[in-house]
Every structure is written in C-alpha cells, then in structure tokens.
C-alpha cells in the first residue's frame, strides 16, 4: 500500500526557532507526522570497482486521535499503532552500468520497524541504522550492505534558527541538518561477491508536519561534496506550472564545516538534458549546470547512470542517483554527489 | 505405384462425402467423448487451480510457508522466522471466513466469502491501488476491506461504503477500501482482503497468526527449512506450497479419478463408432479395395488409407470435442467445484481456467483412440485379395464362428474381471478395480454377437405368427450380426453405465440412512450461522456450551471441534469428543474394536482414539496400531482402540476424548454442539431459547429432520454430475443406433426395392426398420443390464470401498433399472424413426432396375 498522510492534525509543526541538540536529536522526533534519515554516498571496492548508494530510512505518523480511537472501539491487536517505518535501499554498479533497489515496509508491531528516541536507532525488518559508530545495515535476497560510518564534519544545520522553509505557508518547514561528509567503510555482498568498500557518504535527518503546499508538485535536491573540501546543497520546491517556489534554498559548507545558508537568488540550477523513464514513462531532468557566484563555483553535474530510478510499490517513486561533478568551464573533475528527484511520476504528499 | 494420399482421396474422402450424415454423427460421437474429456479435466484443473490461488494470492514468489497444525500459532514466532538467514521476506496471513448477504428470513441465503488478513502496509498485488482513496487509517487498521467486484455487486455497494457480515455469527461491519484486481479475482472473486489487525479483532485472534508465508532465496531452500525446524515452535511445521496444494489435490484424488473413469467409458463408446464406421466402410468399399489392389495397391497402402480415415475422425472428431468440451467445462466446472465445495476445502470458481496441456492432452487421446479403433477394420481392409469381388455380406457371413470364438474371449475376460477385482488399491487408488470395470465392460461386449445371432434365430422361428416386418427385421438382425452386435454393444455399455451408477448411489443412500437412523439422535444442532460445510474450525463463544446445558428443557450437551492435521501427505480431521456420555448417548457407530461401554470407561484422559472407518479403510490401520501426529505438545502417539462408521466425509477423522485435546491444545472451544431434549421439550421453543441465549452471534441450529435433509440434499447433488454424464453417454450410444440402421438401410436400397416390387406396403418397411431398432435396442438393454448389475457390484464391493472407504450394501433401485430399460427402447426406436423414413423412401422402380 502507498502510504498518503492525511490532514495534519494531532501532530507538532516546524515553526518555531529550533536548537538542535545531539546526540539526542539523531533520534526520533515521533510527534512530526514524517521523518527521514538519509544515506547516499560513493564508494569503491579494493580492486577498484565504483558504487553508488542510497538507504534511506523513513517513519510517518497516522492520525494519533483516530488510532487511539480505533485502539478504544475496535480491539487490541499490536499490529494496531500510529507510527510506519520504510527503508529503501539502492545500489549503482557504476562500472557494471546496473541499478538494482529494494524497499521494506513495517509498523512496530513485534518490534518490527521502530525508531528511538534520543539516540540514532532505527529499524524496518532486519534492516539498521544505529549509532557509535553509525552503522548502516540492508540486505534483499543475495545482496547485502554493511557500512560504518565516521562524521569529518560537525553537523551542518540548514536554513535559519533551525528552520528550514519549504513554502509560503508557516508550518511549510521542516528541522533539517546533515553530515555533509563521513568517511565510509564496510562490506557489500554484490552479484555473488564479497566486497570490502570505502569511500565518503552524506547523510540527511529531516522532521516536520505538512511540510508541502498542496501546490508544489515534488522537489530536485542535490548533495555535492568537492574536491576542495566544500560541500554544496541545493532543495529546490516545484509547482505545477513548472515554477520555482520562491523559498526553495540551499546551503554551502566551508572547509571548517560552518554553514552559509544560500537563497534561491543566490544560486542557479538549470537542466541540462532529459531523460524518459521506460518503467513509469517519468520525464526527468538528467544533467545539471550550477552556479554559485558569490563562492566561485560553475559547475556540470551528470548522472553516472541515466536510469537511477526507484519504482518503489509501497511509496511513490522517484529518481536518486549518483552524480559526477566537473568545472563548467575547464571539464575537470571537482567532486562527487547525488541527486534525488520526485514528484515527476506522482505528486507527493508529506 | 499409387500414392497413398490418391488412395486417401478416391477411397475415403469421397466416400465419407457421400454418407455424410454417418460421417457426422461419428464425428460427433468423438466429439462428445472427447468434450467430456476435457470438461472434466478442466473442472479439475480449475478446481485446484482455484485452490492454488489462494495459497499464492498475495505473491507468486512464496517458496515456503510455516502453517500451523489446524490452529493459529503465536504471532512473534514471524520473528524468528525473518532472522533465519537467506529469508528475504517473511509475511504474516490469517486465513479465516465470513459470510455475507443473508436475507432476513432465509438463514441460508448468505454467500461465504474467504478473508485473508494480511498486512496491508505491504506490496499489495498489482492493481490494488488504496492510495487514491485518502484514508489509509480506513483500510490499514479501521476495519477496511478489499473486494471483488462480483461481491460488491452482490452487495450493491461501491469503494467507501461498507456492508454487513458474520464472522463466527458475529455481526461485523467492513467498509469497502478498494477492488480486487480482475487478475486476483479471476481466479477466486470470494477472497476478501483486511488488514492483519482487523483479521485479528475479527476473528477473535489477536496475538496469534494462521500463516506465515516467506520468499527464500532460492538455492537456500532446504537449508533454511532445515534451520526453520530449529526455531519454530511445536504445532507449526514448514512447508513448501506445492505441499499444501498436493495435500488438497489427494483429498480431491479419489473424486476425480472416478469422473475421469467415467468419461473415459464414453469415450469407449466414441471408439466403438469409429471402429463401426470404419468397418462399414472396409466392407461397402471391399470390391473397391479389390481392384485397387490389382492395380497395384500394396496392403500397407491400403491399411494406411483406412488407418488414415480413423485417425481424420479422431482428428475432426477431437476438434469439434474441445470446442464442445470448452462450453461444456463452464457447466461442469460449477458442478466438480460445488462437489469439491460440500466435500472438502472452500473454493469458489467463476471462471474456468483453460488449461492448454489439458486440450492437447484430450486432442492427442482422442486422436490415439480413433488410430487405435482403426486398427482392426483396416486390417481386414489390407487383407483383401486383389481383384477378388466378394459379396458385402462376406464380412458378415463369417460371423457366425466367430461370434462364438468373440463370447469365449468375453468368458475369459469376464474371469479377469474376477481376479481383478480382488486385488488391494494401489497407492490409495482402486487401479485394479478400474481394470475389472473394463474387464467387464469388453467381456459383455464380445457376449454381444452370439446374443445378436441367437436372439435373431429365435425370432426367425418365431417370426411367421407376426407380421412380415416383424420376420424380416429378424432375418435383417441375423443377417448383419456384427454391425448390430456393435451397435447393441455400444447401447449396453451406455445402459451399464447408468445401471452400475444407480445401484451404487441407491445403495450408497440406503446404507447412509440406516446409519444415520443409528447415530443422528441428537434433537438439536448448533455451530455460527454462515460457516462452510463440515468444517470444525469454526469458533462459537466459550461459555455458549455451558449456558445452553443450563436452559429448561435441555438434557445433555456435546460439544465438537476439531484441527486439521497433515497425515502421509494427505490431510485429516483430529476432532475432539467427550468419550464419557458416548456410551449413553450411542451416536458413534463403532463396527470394530472395543464398543461403547469399554470407550467410555477407558478412554476419557487418554491419548487413545477412535478412527473413522474409511480413514483406516485407506490407511489400512486396524485396532491396536498407534499413528504418530504433529500437535502444539509435539509429536504425539496415540493408540488405535476403535473404529467407528463414518460417511460423512471420506477424508478422515481421528476422535480423540475432550480431556486429552485440550490439554494438547490449549483450546476448549468449540466449533458447534449437539443438543440433546428432555422428553416433551417442545423443539421449536427450545430452539428459540437456544438462539436468543447466544444473541449477538448469530447461530444455525438444525432439527435432527433438517439436518438429514441437508445431509441427502448434499448427497444427492455430490452424484448429480453422474447423471449428466449417464445423459451424454446415452446420446452417444443413440448415436450409433441411428448411424448402424442408416447405413444397414443404404445397404439394403435394392433388397428394399425387390421388397415393395413384391408388394411390401411402406408402413411395413418403416415398421421392419423400427422393429429392428426396438431389437437393438432391447438386446442393448438386456445386455447393459446385465453388465451394469457386475459393474454395480464392483462399484459397492471393490471401487468405491477402495477409492472412498464406504463399506456399503447392497440395495437395488429395480424401479430405476425398469425405467432404464424402457428408456433405451424408446431412445433406440426414436433413433430408428429417421433411417426408417429414409427406408420407406427408397423408390421401387430405381432400386429393381438393378436386379
């Protein structure tokens, strides 16, 4: 079943100044209607093979008045509760030119998905993420990842007073930071062999309620992490007419991790190319030029495969793949990132 | 050298041209063995391809499934069933019914519908699409249920509304969530799927699964079986779905191979006809075949040629067979699934599943049978000398000897039919005992001829003090003893048929109600309204049982439940009883073991039991013998000390005594109860009583009259798919009256002719005609009589005691048997009427001109 929210009411919004405080707040935020922790990241194998890789982790909240409801009138069994977990794992074999995906869906009945609070710890099946070190664990049929995972960086806390805008409404807004650069090491189980990888991940935790306007169709949002040891990331909200809106932002990390918040007329996005989807007929954008001016940065960005698309059944799909950054103008190589690309099959709703 | 396609074309192709009514009605008669063929096996293969649906309904890639034996088990043990390595996916069902659209004054108005409650949050199958509907509270854990859209049009409702049901006899309300896709509910439009919680609330099942049903990587198969049957609790065991499937499918076996037996006695009759046809064309065409040979025709020219013309029936014949068979399947699939229904597992099946293998199957046998009926007249035909012009009736005239060699093969094979029938089933199955009815079935056949001859020099002898036609039907009836023996033989065995059925299933019913004179002697019968056939899974509210037994009026309570549990591959009903009142109350009809006293004095506690007798019929367990089962205690041995008669249902029951179940199950519910009345209780206020006492579950209390009246009702229609195939089997038959006087009627044109030249009126041409039908049609009935009575007796004693474990006794339906007797000879002169018209047509001039 794809899950869409209902109207958001019983649950906390992301309108207030918020400090954020850690370790505490890698865990769960259970009062948001949704949530997500978020790991992309580039990775090579010792005899060289290159990866890309995804595993997201989700929770969303059903109504808790109508649950408590249905809990008081209905019955008692504990596969009754407010919370939904998903997971969602993805793996570019970028020498093999192969996507392969999966997806796991579970609420906390028997401790089957769960997230806790105040520590990073969340789980749908047997699928992990949890903390000291972080640790990424995800397995379908014979492939499996396994990945420790060390912060270079503090973490880098988007938009302002940790708020991060999302539309024109007040609650459009969410509680966002990331780790915009870990150093990544552990072990994949791919097409009957077992690698030891490494390489650098980023990893995003999002919470809030409603976070969407009913008119913005999806987003485009990039992580890339520079040979020069900044990182750059851009959200930016779609509307139906193919408009901007206006409070889509980004951020620009500096070497030393502090964080300059970037709006929209700040920086340029522009696509490139397209790319038509053969499973869900999807137009996509597929290639990218960015500029930064006030930091310097005139960049290409390109898919390392066209076709990175989830076509997910327990949630809509989307595009997220990893990309290949070079200087606009010399060609040279200048980094690594991901792009994450939705709302072009279905519309989401958060 | 003359090709053998020339011969094919001058010599048959022109001929069937020119008899193209014989030609059709063999074709038809093929055609209508084949039809059956394939509608039978179709209905099978539906029937369980129905029932696989279900167990893969949810996705095809379940490789293993951990099932609980005939009860829920502790949902956590999912759990440890996802942390065994090499499980990809492992997904809790619950399998449960409820019963919907009950009218307000017919109890027994409500369709039964199958719930599966599964875990909605999960990949549904594609096509269920709830996510357009914005309240996924609604279906995940609000009582939300997907439908087919057959029930939602039975129920007149739409996606958003929500409708009645029972759930146990539990009023319940479900809201319509969404629509099972058509590719879903093709196969079963009864499933409806909820949510694992409302499954739960539902059925009173909170806490505990039926199923879990897993994806394992595929060349981990068995090792993860292996490290399952470490981890899993007792009382669930592993297993792959084909074994379920398997299981269910031997419960049907014996079933099936009856139908399948019997379609293949009709096809039997179908080989006759071609066998006839062919014959009749080999001696029509004899000084053809001669000159030809002269010409330079080699014999296995002319036996390929004849061969050929078989096998163009069996070709055609099949064709027209499947296509028959395709319509004919949409009737039978109803009839084999409503059996299957009342006799074992809840399918339903809308639509037939037409199964490609089958067809090929029937088209390849119908043709092997055509080739193979060929065979003999196409030998006669290439032993035909060359240029030598014999007389059409050579083939006849020989027959005399020989019909005498044919009846001392049909002794002996009649003797085979003997040694046959004494040999034990193989592997479950009455093989040996099929083998017999085919024994007997050709062993009367070859009694055919001397019958034929015999019975025409009577009636020659006779024949002076009635009319001319009467005496020249009898000389006609001699004079071509082989194509009427054939066609006699043809209608016999379609009369057996039907005779062997009818004394199988009047005996049958007779000894089923003296049996149920014996043991049906409680005055009430109680279980949840709306529960399926004979099923001990249903639950009814602990403590009902003990306040009914506190009603005024009521004597003594029984309480029934039962747990299905796999058994050598097959399944049976371990089923819960209190051996402490069976001696007073007598409604076990124990026929060997210890008897009623001894049971009740030593059983209660214990872990001996009783076994129904067709269970240790098949199984071939007696008194004494222990058999090993699977229970939430473990593996269990419990000691056969009696055996009890049991016709209810074949697949096998175990008693076992209240005290013991329990403790093994943890489980003193019960599935329904009997109720016994004090004397002068009146029944229908009790019933009343018994009703409002269980309010709000909704109950189906039977009198000991209504429940025999289901009991027959449902008897009677498991054996009305017998008579349809007596009805077709019997058209065939009739088929060949009509194509053997037609073609003896073309034969005859000039002998005809000469006949009225000397004066015979028309009317004594249409009468001799009609006389000759009645005669094939009396032998037929004579000779089908009497192979039926055999084949009844094999049925009783060998087959059904064999394939069903019914011991039964013999009782003979002789009005039914009169009836059938007259009924083949009015189909058999009805079947004369047309080559008599044709007869009396034959102009006198045209046909003396030749002389």
């Given amino acids: 079943m794809k899950i869409v929210l209902a109207a958001a009411i019983g649950f906390a919004v992301a309108t207030a100044p918020y400090t954020f405080r850690f370790p505490a707040d890698h865990g769960s935020h259970p009062s948001y209607q949704t949530e997500w922790w978020y790991f992309t990241g580039h990775l090579k194998s010792a005899d060289g093979r290159r990866f890309g890789y995804e595993v997201t982790f989700f929770r969303a909240r059903l109504r808790p008045q109508d649950v408590a409801r249905a809990k008081r009138i209905l019955g008692s069994s504990r596969w009754r509760g407010d919370q939904i977990y998903a997971v969602h794992f993805a793996l570019t074999d970028q020498d093999g030119g192969k996507f392969f995906h999966a997806e796991r869906v579970a609420r906390s009945a028997l401790g089957l998905g769960g997230a806790a609070v105040g520590k990073m710890?969340?789980?749908?099946?047997?699928?992990?993420?949890?903390?000291?070190?972080?640790?990424?664990?995800?397995?379908?049929?014979?492939?499996?990842?396994?990945?420790?995972?060390?912060?270079?960086?503090?973490?880098?806390?988007?938009?302002?007073?940790?708020?991060?805008?999302?539309?024109?409404?007040?609650?459009?807004?969410?509680h966002y930071y990331s780790y915009s650069r870990l150093r990544t090491q552990g072990e994949l189980v791919y097409a009957g062999k077992t690698l030891k990888v490494s390489g650098t991940s980023w990893m995003d935790h999002e919470f809030g309620t409603n976070q969407l306007l009913s008119e913005e169709t999806g987003w485009d949002w990039m992580s890339l992490q520079l040979d020069d040891g900044r990182e750059l990331m851009i959200y930016i909200f779609r509307r139906p007419d193919n408009t901007v809106e206006p409070q889509s932002s980004g951020s620009l990390i500096e070497r030393d991790g502090r964080v300059r918040p970037l709006s929209l007329n700040q920086f340029r996005l522009s696509a490139t190319g397209h790319w038509r989807s053969p499973q869900t007929h999807a137009l996509y954008p597929s290639g990218w030029r960015v500029q930064v001016p006030s930091a310097s940065l005139?960049?290409?960005?390109?898919?390392?495969?066209?076709?990175?698309?989830?076509?997910?059944?327990?949630?809509?799909?989307?595009?997220?793949?990893?990309?290949?950054?070079?200087d606009a103008a010399t060609s040279r190589a200048r980094g690594q990132g991901y792009v994450e690309l939705t709302g072009y099959v279905e519309r989401v709703i958060l | 050298m003359i090709a053998v396609w020339t011969l094919f074309r001058s010599l048959v192709l022109g001929y069937l041209w020119m008899n193209r009514l014989r030609s059709l009605v063999t074709l038809l008669a093929i055609g209508l063995g084949v039809a059956l063929f394939v509608a039978i096996d179709l209905a099978n293969a539906t029937a369980i391809a129905?029932?696989?649906?279900?167990?893969?309904?949810?996705?095809?890639?379940?490789?293993?499934?951990?099932?609980?034996?005939?009860?829920?088990?502790?949902?956590?043990?999912?759990?440890r069933v996802m942390r065994v390595p090499n499980v990809v996916q492992a997904a809790p069902v619950i399998e449960d019914s409820i019963v919907v659209g009950i009218r307000r004054n017919d109890p027994n108005s409500g369709e039964i519908l199958r719930v599966l409650g599964i875990d909605l949050l999960q990949p549904l199958p594609d096509g269920i699409d709830v996510s357009s509907k914005s309240d996924p509270y609604g279906v995940l854990e609000g009582q939300g249920a997907i439908v087919s859209q057959r029930v939602l049009d039975r129920l007149h409702q739409r996606i958003g509304g929500s409708f009645d049901a029972l759930a146990n006899g539990k009023p319940i309300t479900l809201r319509v969530a969404a629509i099972v896709p058509r590719a879903v509910s093709a196969a079963d439009s009864s499933v409806v799927f909820v949510d694992i919680v409302t499954a739960q609330e539902l059925f009173g099942k909170v806490g505990s699964i039926d199923r879990i049903d897993a994806i394992v990587l595929p060349g981990k198969l068995e090792a993860v079986k292996a490290a399952l049957e470490k981890v899993l609790p007792p009382g669930t065991r592993v297993v792959e779905p084909s074994t379920r499937t398997d299981e269910v499918r031997r419960l049907l076996r014996s079933f099936q191979v009856n139908l399948a037996a019997i379609s293949l006695i009709t096809l039997l009759v179908g080989a006759f006809m071609i066998y006839n046809t062919v014959a009749i064309s080999v001696v029509q065409r004899r000084a053809e075949i001669g000159t030809l040979r002269a010409v330079g025709a080699t014999r296995r020219q002319i036996f390929a040629v004849f061969l050929a013309e078989g096998a163009l029936f069996g070709v055609f014949g099949s064709f027209i067979g499947l296509l028959f068979g395709y319509f004919l399947a949409q009737i039978t699939v109803g009839a084999v699934a409503h059996t299957v229904d009342t006799l074992y597992v809840g399918t339903h099946v809308d639509r037939v599943i037409y199964d490609p293998l089958v067809m090929l199957e029937a088209l390849l046998f119908g043709i092997a049978v055509a080739v193979v009926s060929a065979i003999a007249p196409a030998t006669e035909a290439a032993s035909t000398q060359p240029a030598r012009v014999i007389g059409s009736r050579g083939f006849e005239q020989r027959m005399g000897k020989?019909?005498?060699?044919?009846?001392?093969?049909?002794?002996?094979?009649?003797g085979l039919a003997y040694v046959a029938a004494q040999a034990p089933p193989v592997d479950g199955l009455?093989?040996?005992?099929?083998?017999?009815?085919?024994?007997?079935?050709?062993?009367?056949?070859?009694?055919?001829?001397?019958?034929?001859?015999?019975?025409?020099?009577?009636?020659?002898?006779?024949?002076?003090?009635?009319?001319?036609?009467?005496?020249?039907?009898?000389?006609?009836?001699?004079?071509?003893?082989?194509?009427?023996?054939?066609?006699?033989?043809?209608?016999?065995?379609?009369?057996?048929?039907?005779?062997?059925?009818?004394i199988s299933v009047y005996?049958?019913?007779?000894?089923v109600a003296a049996w149920l004179d014996q043991t049906l002697i409680a005055d009430l019968f109680v279980r949840p309204l709306g529960v399926a056939g004979d099923t001990y899974d249903a639950r009814l509210p602990a403590n009902l049982p003990q306040r009914v037994r506190a009603l005024p009026g009521v004597a003594a309570v029984d309480t029934f439940r039962g747990v299905e549990v796999p058994f050598r591959g097959s399944l049976i009903t371990l089923a819960r009883t209190d051996f402490r009142t069976i001696a007073q109350r007598d409604w076990l009809h124990v026929s060997g073991g210890a008897n009623a006293e001894t049971l009740a004095r030593t059983l209660p506690g214990t872990t001996s039991v009783i076994v129904s007798a067709p269970f240790a019929e098949r199984a071939n367990l007696h008194p004494g013998d222990s058999i090993a089962l699977d229970t939430p205690a473990g593996h269990t041995s419990f000691r056969i000390v009696a055996i009890y008669d049991d016709y209810a249902n074949d697949a096998g029951t175990v008693m076992l005594d209240e005290r013991t179940f329990n403790r093994l199950y943890h489980d003193d519910s019960a599935s329904m109860f009997s109720i016994y009345a004090k004397p002068g209780t009146d029944l229908n206020a009790l019933r009343t009583r018994v009703f409002r006492a269980a309010l709000p579950v909704r109950l189906d209390i039977a009198s000991n009259r209504d429940l025999r009246a289901v009991i027959f009702a449902i008897f009677d229609r498991t054996f009305l798919i017998t008579h349809a195939l007596n009805i077709i089997s019997i058209t065939i038959a009739v088929m060949g009256v009509v194509s053997t006087l037609f073609a003896l009627v073309l034969e005859r044109r000039r002998e005809i002719g000469v006949l009225r030249y000397l004066g015979l009126t028309i009317r004594s041409v249409r009468q001799m005609v009609l006389y000759e039908a009645a005669l094939i049609g009396v032998l037929g009935g004579l000779f089908g009589i009497g192979a039926g009575m055999l084949l009844g007796l094999l049925l009783i004693y060998v087959i059904d005691r064999q394939a069903f474990g019914w011991p039964m006794h013999l009782h003979v339906p002789y009005w039914s048997l009169a009836e059938s007797l007259v009924l083949v000879l009015v189909a058999a002169i009805l079947a004369g009427i047309y080559p008599a018209s044709v007869a009396a047509r034959i102009a006198t001039?045209?046909?003396v001109r030749a002389e």
């Fill in chain 1, 121 to 174: 710890a969340v789980n749908v099946d047997t699928w992990s993420l949890s903390d000291k070190p972080i640790t990424l664990h995800a397995n379908d049929g014979d492939t499996r990842l396994d990945l420790t995972q060390i912060p270079l960086k503090p973490p880098a806390i988007h938009g302002h007073d940790g708020v991060f805008r999302k539309g024109a409404c007040a609650s459009c807004a969410s």
């Fill in chain 1, 298 to 326: 005139d960049l290409n960005v390109t898919p390392v495969l066209v076709n990175q698309e989830l076509v997910l059944r327990s949630s809509p799909s989307y595009w997220e793949g990893a990309v290949d950054v070079r």
């Fill in chain 2, 50 to 79: 129905s029932f696989n649906s279900n167990v893969n309904i949810v996705t095809s890639r379940v490789n293993l499934q951990v099932l609980g034996e005939g009860r829920s088990f502790d949902e956590r043990t999912l759990l």
């Fill in chain 2, 402 to 414: 020989l019909a005498l060699l044919l009846s001392l093969d049909g002794l002996v094979l009649l």
């Fill in chain 2, 430 to 502: 009455p093989l040996f005992g099929y083998a017999s009815a085919l024994f007997i079935i050709l062993g009367v056949s070859l009694l055919v001829p001397v019958g034929v001859i015999a019975t025409a020099r009577l009636l020659q002898k006779l024949g002076y003090r009635f009319s001319s036609a009467a005496l020249l039907a009898a000389s006609n009836f001699g004079g071509t003893p082989r194509r009427n023996s054939l066609a006699v033989a043809s209608l016999a065995i379609a009369v057996a048929m039907i005779v062997s059925v009818a």
């Fill in chain 2, 507 to 511: 005996s049958l019913r007779a000894t």
């Fill in chain 2, 845 to 847: 001039a045209d046909a």
